[in-house]
């Protein structure tokens, strides 16, 4: 309906300017002056093509820090812009203004993995004539390292604990628990699993991450877009938080909370506001790192567990690549599994005696890794 005013409106407008024309002319015809005019108006206000763009291609793929070359052609009627403006993630990185049309994005601005934008928009006489979006892939420039894992200690684990978020503060362990009738936040003592303290969610809830920002904790749900921040000393209310997205995992980076919703995306959220500062998107150098799951910062890295796997992605929260992999394949024995047993899911670190703790969804275990080669 829309297409159809505005093709109205045209048509309407070029009879107005027919009728200007005649009626200043007299007769058709007769005056060359007003058709040089109307001719004039309407290539005026027409767009024009004025350029192809030879590069990048389509969904090209480049390695991080690698520069960008964009490479403009001129257009099947052999026209050229004047000028020409290059855009890259949404930012104006040039604009070329002759021959050679040509130009690279430097690394300092491919700085981070993820899809990426590029637009070139052309000019003439100083009016925009036409653009050309492309979409490109942004890789890691490292394969990331593959390691593995040796157990110092098992600790008991509440089998009925479908955990999804864990983290360690001052000599105790905070896990949040999921599932509707069965989402909690906990206090828990390492090293009996015994539960201090325990605040059950409505029964409509499904419980994600969590993590610890100052003096109070994070949790966030699943599909319900609400979150919650509680004192840590008492798990009492302070208030709720909203986001557009799916909660998953949850862990605080320098002044940040960062979340994951099973993509390959991490959002950093104000923590006051709980507005979406940046997003970052995971990927190593091959594909998009997706299924991120439960989140922990240790020492300048983001781990995440990926989802129905035994992996864990080491991430760097600047660029968004992967520097390594951890898998835990087998930390679980057989003969401890269940048919109600889910995925490894829970990193939490004691950053004081430098120790990592990992479980998973209904483990009947909590263990304590070192990382080998």
């Known amino acids: 309906m829309l297409i159809k005013y505005l093709k109205y409106l045209g048509s309407v407008s070029f009879m107005l300017i027919l009728t200007w024309i005649l009626s200043c002319s007299g007769r058709t015809g007769k005056h060359s002056n007003g058709s040089e005019e109307l001719k004039k108006m309407i290539e005026e206000e027409a767009p024009v093509r004025l350029m192809t763009l030879i590069e990048p291609e389509e969904n090209a793929e480049f390695k991080l820090n690698n520069p960008i070359k964009v490479v403009i052609g001129e257009a099947p009627n052999g026209r050229m812009p004047d000028s020409a403006a290059i855009y890259f993630d949404g930012k104006l990185v040039t604009t070329l203004k002759a021959a050679p049309w040509e130009f690279a994005i430097y690394p300092s601005l491919t700085g981070q993995t993820g899809r990426k934008s590029l637009k070139v ?189 035994d992996l864990i992605a080491r991430i760097d929260p600047v660029s968004g690549k992967v520097n390594s992999y951890i898998d835990l394949k087998g930390i679980l024995p057989d003969k401890e599994k269940k048919p109600e047993t889910d995925v490894l899911n829970g990193i939490a670190y004691d950053a004081q005696g430098n120790r990592i703790f990992v479980t998973g969804k209904k483990w009947p275990k909590l263990y304590e890794i070192k990382i080998t080669e």
């Open 121 to 309: 928009t052309a000019f003439k006489e100083g009016k925009l004539r036409n653009s050309i979006t492309r979409f490109m892939i942004i890789l890691s420039d490292i394969a990331p390292k593959k390691y593995g894992y040796k157990i110092v200690h098992t600790y008991p684990h509440d089998r009925d604990a479908f955990t999804q978020g864990l983290f360690y503060d001052n000599g105790v362990l905070f896990e949040g628990t999921g599932q509707e009738a069965g989402s909690s936040i906990r206090e828990v003592e390492l090293e009996t699993g015994n539960i201090r303290r325990q605040l059950n969610l409505e029964s409509s809830l499904f419980g994600e991450g969590i993590t610890l920002y100052g003096d109070r904790i994070y949790q966030v749900t699943w599909e319900n877009k609400v979150g919650f921040v509680y004192e840590k000393s008492t798990f009492n209310l302070i208030k709720k938080l909203y986001y557009a997205t799916q909660g998953w995992g949850l862990t605080t980076v320098n002044d940040h909370i960062v979340m994951s919703d099973g993509s390959s995306v991490l959002y950093f959220f104000d923590p006051e506001m709980f507005t979406v500062i940046s997003r970052l998107e995971v990927y190593d150098n091959e594909k998009k790192v997706d299924q991120l799951n439960e989140l922990e910062y240790i020492n300048g890295e983001i781990w995440a567990n990926i989802w129905q796997t």
